[in-house]
């Protein structure tokens, strides 16, 4: 009996001190979460900033880091972060998207879709990136490759219904030859978003 109840003790020693270690590990990286949780978004900053002085490999703590920056469209830090995050962790699912974003975003359109196409070589099935991609084909005026894009994000995503509309305007965009196309096509955008009692199945898609 004494034999159990000292391994009990000696195990949950043990756990404590694990649980020590990792706090004390990690201590920069969970308060800036907590800070995060506060919306207190400039301690967040410092602490996550302090967690990459720590461990310069901290793949999470750099992704947060750029979250934030992103979210507060300060593009210039944001790109910087990504960029030490990608030297470290080239295959990050995310950040290859958001690197893409903060390009586009600032316009440069030719490192936005380099960036985006590695972001679909690690997911073939990223609409996010398929969407953006045609979002930059409709801003250089190449709306038949803009449709093209739009269509792949449907097939992958048919609840994406709001791509209809974008598909609409680059059907208008083509001129006279597809103005029957966009009619149609914006009527349907409008049927498949439409949340009256009539339709209220939609809301919920």
Avoid at 46 to 59: G, L
Avoid at 102 to 131: S, T
Avoid at 188 to 204: G, V
Wanted: net charge neutral; hydrophobic share 40%.
């Amino acid at each position: 009996m004494n034999l159990k109840k000292n391994l009990s003790l000696l195990i949950a020693i043990s756990l404590s001190i694990v649980l020590i270690l990792y706090i004390l590990q990690h201590r920069y990286t969970l308060a800036a979460v907590f800070y995060q949780t506060l919306q207190q978004q400039d301690r967040a900053i410092d602490n996550f900033k302090k967690a990459i002085e720590q461990d310069q490999r901290d793949a999470y703590a750099y992704y947060q880091l750029g979250l934030i920056y992103k979210k507060r469209k300060d593009y210039t830090n944001a790109e910087k972060t990504y960029n030490h995050l990608l030297k470290i962790f080239p295959e990050h699912p995310f950040a290859n998207y958001d690197l893409g974003y903060i390009y586009r975003e600032k316009k440069m359109y030719e490192k936005a879709l380099e960036q985006y196409e590695k972001a679909l070589e690690l997911d073939h099935e990223n609409v996010f990136a398929i969407l953006d991609i045609g979002f930059i084909y409709a801003e250089r005026g190449m709306y038949q490759e803009a449709e093209q894009e739009f269509r792949k994000v449907l097939a992958i995503d048919p609840s994406h219904r709001y791509v209809l509309w974008d598909i609409a305007v680059a059907y208008e965009k083509m001129g006279m030859k597809e103005k029957e196309r966009a009619e149609e096509q914006y009527k349907y955008y409008h049927e498949m978003t439409d949340c009256s009692f009539r339709k209220i199945w939609n809301c919920f898609n």
